[in-house]
């Protein structure tokens, strides 16, 4: 019958004792030894230093607490044990060390034994090492949303660019068409005819005049606002509404709650003026209203300006905050203005760090609601500027 | 020692649990990312006060936001009275994963108290799903099931303790 060879050198329980002190005191573990009732009775080595004996032993290891029933439950079982590995414990000080818990029952003593173990300088690079990893990962993720939005800002400025080159270029080339029809018309003698035509030619210089002026400021939007002031936002309201041409008894109708807090007032008063002029330009019968309303949250003022005029069509919800659009033709054109009112809106707003959108209406019903989202806490980076 | 209940910190990656953890039993706030790796441990004493005349602990489990749904099967969550589930206000997809643990959560550890925590609230959010009109964040939550959703900022300490308070509350409430 085959026996198991001794061991070469059977262990000597002093050396083996004299050896556990050693590694004891170089701070790698410790022991404690716990009752029945849990109570912490004895410890041994620097590792266990931070146990306090007679007291239960979940006052000095929190991680414990919670587990006592299946602590109690390792008496019946003693080849059980619980494993708690890489557990960081905060006591009152922000401690970074880490330490493998390992508790089972000794049925040759009756009694717990806990083995506190410094976790291996493996695990803290591994740790080390997981973190960086890691810490890059989130970095790449913050990089590629930021490059998501540059992309997008670049696409939004190509399309600016197409936009502005388009619609500058049609009323330039309608002003050469005209004065080269101007000579002819001089050349053949019809003086009334070339006065007409100048007139007309003055017309159009003045439109793109004022869409440069227009461009100009759309551009220097979130540039030129500085000041943070205390605004009485009922007051600014009540001022704008004031201040409209109103005909055919159009009402303004202030509604909700308007409070006063720190804002920047004038790209404020641009959005719910706008907003406001471009409700009555738009509205296409007498005895409209218009409903400038305005609800507080902790974080935004939700402002809705409604009107119960002809709506926008479907087809044009999109392009509505495009600068140079307008959605009447011909001669109304010229009254409704350049089509850069809800283009500097969108902008203001969105230098803010807030944002505007159409809300749905129903297919074929009047009237129409845009609701500006308007930070109460403004971007750090616009208080600065 | 006065009553001490085991409290999980859940969440995706970053979304700021040691920091919540952190801000609440050192009180400071650190901008350095240091990601959890395994599980840290924290103990907050709650006064008699602020609960129901008796103080309380809470230890809270800061867990490693790697784990995911792997949390539930691990010793870590066993005997734990409640659950406060942690996204981050900029990050959509972290709502859906706070949403995912609690019902993880909920399966392992029916009848214990979950609290919903919306960190990082001090950040501007433009994106359209992050609304700044708290209701239209929620909404999907509440659908989902009728949780507490606390907004916090671990940067500022906003909300902060009463979200933990809000939770110990319940745990005794609750009697777990």
């Not at chain 1, 030894?33 to 266990?48: C, E």
Request: charged letters at 25%; hydrophobic letters at 45%.
């Amino acid at each position: 019958m085959a026996t198991d060879p001794a061991p070469a050198h059977a262990p000597d329980p002093q050396a083996l004792l004299a050896a556990g002190r050693y590694v004891a005191g170089r701070n790698v573990y410790g022991i404690v030894w716990i009752d029945r009732d849990l109570i912490a009775t004895a410890s041994f080595g620097a590792k266990a230093d931070f146990v306090t004996v007679g007291e239960p032993i979940a006052n000095s290891v929190i991680a414990f607490i919670g587990s006592e029933d299946d602590i109690r439950a390792l008496q019946d079982d003693p080849s059980g044990s619980i494993e708690l590995p890489g557990v960081v414990i905060h006591g009152s000080a922000d401690e970074q060390e880490r330490y493998n818990l390992s508790l089972f029952w000794d049925p040759a003593q009756a009694c717990y034994l806990l083995l506190v173990a410094r976790a291996s300088l493996d695990a803290a690079l591994e740790v080390e090492l997981l973190r960086h990893v890691r810490f890059r990962l989130m970095a790449e993720e913050q990089i590629k949303a930021k490059s998501a939005e540059l992309a997008r800002a670049n696409r939004d400025l190509e399309d600016f660019a197409a936009i502005i080159s388009h619609d500058l270029r049609a009323p330039m080339r309608a002003l050469a068409y005209m004065t080269n029809d101007l000579e002819e018309t001089l050349a053949s003698g019809h003086l009334e005819d070339a006065h007409t035509k100048l007139a007309w030619i003055r017309s159009q210089s003045q439109r793109m005049s004022s869409m440069l002026s227009a461009l100009l400021d759309y551009s220097s939007i979130g540039r030129k606002y500085r000041a943070l002031e205390l605004v009485d936002t009922r007051a600014l309201v009540a001022a704008i509404a004031a201040s409209l041409p109103v005909e055919g008894g159009t009402k303004i109708l202030i509604e909700g709650t308007w409070p006063v807090l720190e804002t920047l007032k004038a790209p404020l008063d641009l959005v719910v003026r706008n907003l406001a002029d471009n409700a009555i330009k738009h509205h296409d019968r007498p005895g409209g209203v218009i409903r400038l309303a305005a609800k507080e949250t902790p974080q935004a003022l939700l402002i809705c300006v409604a009107d119960d005029g002809p709506g926008i069509a479907p087809e044009h919800r999109q392009a509505i905050f495009l600068p140079f659009r307008t959605l009447v033709a011909g001669d109304a054109a010229a009254s409704a203005g350049i089509g850069m009112g809800l283009a500097l809106v969108e902008r203001t707003v969105e230098s803010v760090g807030g944002s505007i959108s159409l809300l749905p209406s129903d297919a074929g019903s009047r009237g129409t609601t845009f609701e500006v989202v308007w930070p109460l806490m403004l971007q750090e980076s616009l208080k600065d500027q | 020692m006065s009553r001490a209940r085991k409290v999980m910190l859940l969440g995706e990656i970053g979304v700021g649990k040691s920091s919540l953890a952190r801000r609440l039993v050192f009180g400071r706030f650190s901008s350095e990312y240091k990601p959890t790796i395994g599980v840290e441990i924290y103990r907050h004493d709650i006064p008699a006060a602020a609960l129901d005349g008796q103080p309380a602990s809470l230890i809270l489990w800061d867990t490693d936001g790697n784990f995911g749904d792997a949390i539930f099967r691990h010793i870590y969550i066993k005997q734990a009275s409640a659950a406060v589930i942690v996204a981050d206000k900029s990050r959509p997809d972290t709502i859906d994963a706070m949403l995912r643990l609690a019902r993880g959560f909920a399966e392992v550890l029916p009848g214990r108290a979950i609290h919903f925590v919306i960190n990082k609230d001090d950040l501007t959010v433009e994106d359209e799903s992050a609304h700044v009109d708290g209701c239209v964040l929620a909404a999907p939550i509440q659908r989902e099931s009728p949780i507490p959703l606390i907004r916090t900022s671990a940067l500022t300490g906003t909300h902060v303790e009463q979200a933990f308070i809000a939770t110990a509350r319940a745990i005794f409430r609750r009697g777990h």
